[in-house]
């Protein structure tokens, strides 16, 4: 069965970074290696939405309200995608949560203070 397992969130000033991880177990090396992985986010009271996808050959494609300051990628030898976020924002404030092959995360706490 595969367990998704985020981390890294936390409280952080505007301007700031955070690197989240998720760590992909119960499947093995090389269906990871095949797997798309993607970020998404929740904020109170909103849908969750798509934050970043990268595929097995490594192609990535960001939300709008991203692009140009969160970067994904994935260490096939670890099982575990990243999700780097630069000149993070008030807005940026949600629960993210890592999915791959159709599960999905507990989710990790991102709050961004202004």
């Known amino acids: 069965q595969v367990q998704l397992v985020e981390s890294g969130g936390g409280l952080v000033q505007t301007g700031g970074s955070l690197r989240l991880s998720c760590a992909v177990s119960?499947?093995?090396?090389?269906?990871?290696?095949?797997?798309?992985i993607g970020w998404y986010r929740q904020a109170p009271g909103k849908q969750r939405d798509s934050v970043a996808i990268?595929?097995?050959?490594?192609?990535?494609t960001y939300a709008d309200s991203v692009r140009g300051r969160f970067t994904i990628s994935r260490d096939n030898a670890k099982n575990t995608a990243y999700l780097q976020m630069n000149s993070l924002k008030s807005e940026d404030t949600a629960i993210y949560y890592c999915?791959?092959?159709?599960?999905w995360g507990q989710g990790t706490q991102v709050t961004v203070s202004s």
């Open positions: 999915s791959a092959r159709g599960q």
């Open positions: 119960g499947i093995s090396g090389i269906t990871f290696r095949v797997s798309d």
């Open positions: 990268i595929n097995m050959g490594g192609a990535t």
